[in-house]
């Protein structure tokens, strides 16, 4: 069973910038897709980027691009979200994800195989 732990979530203010870590138990997952998703308090959880299992594709939900930067070391079986420009309304619990399918990308988490347990992100204005 993979296991993911995210961190590097806090409280920043607008405009600022976090790095968020996603580590995986298990080398397996340098052969998934990894994606990123948040979710609000009283919203459904949405999809925020995904990158192919060798780095060399990358997706990104609308309201991040240019903003945000997702990248993976396999060496070290960890993936990042660079966020920069943050706004409050950036504002989410925000989870890692490994799917096993072949690239698509997915936006939707039912495509996804584990799940981390989130970390806390909080952007003040």
């Known amino acids: 069973q993979v296991q993911l732990v995210e961190s590097g979530g806090g409280l920043v203010l607008a405009g600022g910038s976090l790095r968020l870590s996603c580590a995986a138990s298990?080398?397996?997952?340098?052969?998934?897709?990894m994606g990123w998703f948040r979710q609000a308090p009283g919203k459904e959880r949405e999809f925020v980027a995904a990158i192919k299992w060798n780095g060399d594709n990358a997706a990104y939900a609308a309201s991040v691009k240019g903003r945000f930067t997702i990248s993976r070391d396999n060496a070290k079986n960890t993936v990042f979200l660079q966020m920069n420009k943050l706004k409050p309304e950036d504002t989410a619990v925000y989870y890692c994800?490994?799917?096993?399918?072949?690239?698509?990308?997915?936006?939707?988490?039912?495509?996804?195989?584990?799940w981390g347990q989130g970390t806390q992100v909080t952007v003040s204005s």
């Open positions: 994800a490994a799917d096993g399918r072949p690239w698509g990308p997915w936006v939707e988490g039912t495509k996804y195989d584990y």
């Open positions: 298990e080398r397996t997952v340098n052969s998934y897709s």
